[in-house]
């Protein structure tokens, strides 16, 4: 009973490892850059939904709220990529990296000035509430309602993902990009154009990830550290694997959970981290890495 209680929570914060690694590799795998400000993207997006949904002349409905946050991250992410990322196109991949970090730290700062550093935490139908399986006599599985909807809507957004790039023009587009630039270019895909089209779908799911993971606890301007897990998870499941990267996850958000319960006590903070360092010697390129010839 409580191994199960354990794999749920575990199963729930993965989906929040996962998405969040999907910003990153979205972006690697158009770009070949890393954006380490994702984590604070996603920070921002929580930040703007609890605004839409708790601010008193505005509270709307939780999922309305999302949706509007999940549209103004979107045109954000846009507008940084545009403006603050396209200036340093073709300089080397370090200066952008260092670029993102900076930016990072801004948005942090940003985050602080206008709502304050006290943990907060986002107004929804499903807080408190639990769902009881009953298994045998005397015993039931009780799954809080908020695990079950993040784990519902990371399938349903891994659907829609899979649909999206194997079905449409744009997907089709980007995944021509992430391939081999050059030749996107030479065959009439608008690239650059495309990228910053990448950049916003990395902020809005880092804003759902960012209304998940405030729907089952508190958050505050540092919470974006939690990009640093989300980031191993990426290494672990392979930096060129979409699907690499909510496995990533799921491994580090199962392995916290049990962590703490069977291992002495700080050890579950530092286990992503270890399972990193495992997987990078065994398998430098990732557990589901997808390795294969650029197309030219």
């Known amino acids: 009973m409580e191994l199960l209680q354990l794999l749920i929570g575990g199963i729930a914060n993965g989906c929040i490892y996962g998405l969040i690694a999907l910003g990153f590799v979205l972006i690697y795998k158009a770009t070949e850059l890393l954006n380490f400000a994702q984590g604070d993207l996603m920070v921002l997006g929580a930040y703007v939904v609890l605004s839409l949904v708790n601010t008193e002349g505005v509270g709307l409905p939780f999922w309305l709220g999302l949706l509007g946050a999940v549209v103004f991250m979107g045109c954000f992410s846009f507008g940084v990529d545009r403006i603050v990322i396209r200036p340093l196109f073709g300089q080397p991949a370090y200066a952008v990296i260092i670029l993102t970090i900076a930016l990072g730290f801004v948005i942090r700062f940003l985050i602080g000035a206008i709502w304050g550093h006290d943990p907060v935490s986002i107004e929804h139908p499903y807080a408190g509430s639990t769902i009881t399986l009953p298994l045998s006599e005397g015993r039931a599985l009780v799954m809080g309602t908020d695990d079950l909807l993040v784990i519902a809507m990371t399938t349903l957004l891994t659907l829609l993902l899979y649909l999206f790039f194997a079905r449409t023009q744009l997907g089709l587009a980007m995944q021509a990009c992430s391939q081999n630039q050059l030749a996107a270019y030479y065959m009439g895909v608008p690239?650059?154009?495309?990228?910053?089209?990448?950049?916003?779908?990395?902020?809005?799911?880092?804003?759902?990830?960012?209304?998940?993971?405030?729907?089952?606890?508190?958050?505050?301007?540092?919470?974006?550290?939690?990009?640093?897990?989300?980031?191993?998870?990426?290494?672990?499941?392979?930096?060129g694997s979409l699907p690499g990267a909510l496995l990533g996850g799921m491994i580090v958000g199962i392995s916290e959970p049990f962590a703490a319960r069977y291992l002495?006590?700080?050890?579950?903070?530092?286990?992503?981290?270890?399972?990193?360092?495992?997987?990078?010697?065994?398998?430098?390129?990732?557990?589901?890495?997808?390795?294969?010839?650029?197309?030219?």
């Open 264 to 296: 002495a006590a700080g050890y579950s903070q530092i286990t992503p981290y270890v399972i990193m360092l495992a997987v990078l010697v065994v398998a430098p390129n990732g557990l589901f890495a997808q390795i294969q010839m650029k197309k030219v």
């Open 191 to 239: 690239v650059k154009r495309i990228y910053s089209l990448v950049w916003a779908l990395a902020g809005a799911l880092a804003t759902i990830a960012g209304a998940l993971f405030a729907m089952k606890g508190t958050l505050d301007p540092n919470s974006g550290l939690l990009g640093i897990k989300a980031f191993a998870a990426a290494v672990i499941g392979g930096f």
